[in-house]
């Protein structure tokens, strides 16, 4: 399907909460690259779900480095507890704060991956500028906020707009997909682009098929 070597990220917001430790050990069985945190405020997004204490309890556990997606407003006033967690990557959207420079540069110099989520609302080309500057962009193709959505498609573009900007620049920048990363949007997203897939309630974390079953399909199509 693709030359490049595919990533996955896990949305823990989707795991079992009664049974984290036995999720955690499956993943590290199956040699995810990362655990995606999703950190919500209730004002950037309507929801609310994990915060620092899960992320140091799940930094605890396991070596698995953290892929902590912040949907909250004013990211620059709580990045520091998670920027400092070992290996962390830390991606915040750019429109939430008016100096994004800054925000990126802070989490470098705490320690930790810096990343720029671009909102189904938000143009690749207004925070194109940025890309240089992090090591990883997020295309959501979900509104952020809830799992469980349907696929935005015009999405879908921007992921493919991304890599056209990495190819023309050289850079070596990730592009990370998050939202409805599916059976059926899984081939069109890595066609498009992508490095590393957000697995949630789409693929993953389904509800009616084992976590066993669907590692095993993963690994099928991703030839992992
Ligand atoms: C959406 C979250 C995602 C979500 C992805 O705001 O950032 O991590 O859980 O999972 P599904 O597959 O349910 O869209
Ligand atoms: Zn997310």
Not at 111 to 116: E, N, Y
Request: glycine letters at 6%; aromatic letters at 6%.
């Amino acid at each position: 399907m693709s030359a490049r070597q595919i990533k996955i990220s896990p949305s823990m917001m989707c795991a079992d909460f009664l049974h984290l430790e036995e999720e955690v050990r499956l993943l590290e069985a199956n040699g995810v690259e990362w655990l995606h945190i999703d950190v919500m405020d209730g004002h950037y997004v309507p929801n609310f779900t994990l915060g620092i204490d899960y992320c140091r309890a799940l930094a605890s556990a396991t070596s698995i480095p953290l892929d902590i997606h912040l949907m909250i407003e004013n990211p620059e006033r709580h990045i520091e507890p998670f920027c400092t967690l070992p290996g962390a990557r830390v991606t915040f959207h750019p429109e939430t704060v008016y100096q994004p420079v800054r925000v990126i540069e802070r989490i470098r110099e705490l320690g930790a991956s810096p990343g720029i989520a671009i909102d189904p609302a938000q143009t690749v080309q207004q925070f194109q500028h940025l890309i240089p500057l992090v090591d990883q962009v997020m295309v959501m193709t979900v509104n952020p906020g809830y799992a469980g959505q349907k696929l935005i498609p015009f999405c879908l573009d921007k992921i493919a707009e991304v890599r056209e900007f990495i190819r023309c620049t050289g850079l070596a920048t990730e592009i990370e997909v998050d939202g409805n990363v599916s059976w059926v949007n899984i081939p069109k997203m890595i066609e498009a682009g992508a490095d590393i897939l957000v697995l949630g309630t789409s693929a993953l974390f389904e509800k009616h098929r084992s976590r066993k079953e669907s590692l095993a399909d993963l690994r099928q199509l991703l030839g992992r």
